[in-house]
C-alpha cells in the first residue's frame, strides 16, 4: 500500500512558475512509476507527465513539453513537477498518482494503469 501526499500548487501570473510535490510513504517507493495528471472544470482527465521507477525514463504531453519537468528522489520518496512559462490553460486540479513499475523504464499516460492517487491540487494561471 502506498499513500500519495501532495504539496505546492497556487495561484501565480502567466509565465511564472510553480513546482509541485508528490510524497509517498512505504520503502518500496523506488518500484513505482509515478505520473502526473491534471483535471480542469468541464474537462476529462489529461496526462501531463510520467516518470519511470528508476527515474531514467520520462515522458510528457505535447502541451508542456519544453516547460514542465518532472524529477524523482528516491531517498525522499518524492517525485517533482517543475513547471515553467506557466499558461491560463495550465489551470487545473493537478494529481500524482502511482502503480509499480515491472521494468525499470516503464511510464503510463493511461489514468487507468495507476492503482494510488494522491489528493490533488489546485494550480491557477493568471492572465
Known amino acids: 500500500q502506498v499513500q500519495l501526499v501532495q504539496s505546492g500548487g497556487g495561484l501565480v501570473q502567466a509565465g511564472g512558475s510553480l513546482r509541485l510535490s508528490c510524497a509517498a510513504s512505504g520503502r518500496t517507493f523506488s518500484m513505482y512509476a509515478v505520473g502526473w495528471f491534471r483535471q480542469a472544470p468541464g474537462k476529462e482527465r489529461e496526462f501531463v507527465s510520467a516518470i519511470s521507477r528508476s527515474g531514467s525514463s520520462t515522458n510528457y504531453a505535447d502541451s508542456v513539453k519544453g516547460r514542465f519537468t518532472i524529477s524523482r528522489d528516491n531517498a525522499k520518496n518524492t517525485v517533482y513537477l517543475q513547471m515553467n512559462s506557466l499558461k491560463p490553460e495550465d489551470t487545473a486540479v493537478y494529481y500524482c498518482?502511482?502503480?509499480?513499475?515491472?521494468?525499470?523504464?516503464?511510464?503510463?499516460?493511461?489514468?487507468?494503469?495507476?492503482?494510488?492517487w494522491g489528493q490533488g491540487t489546485q494550480v491557477t494561471v493568471s492572465s
Open positions: 498518482a502511482g502503480f509499480l513499475g515491472r521494468t525499470w523504464y516503464a511510464t503510463s499516460s493511461t489514468p487507468k494503469d495507476y492503482d494510488y
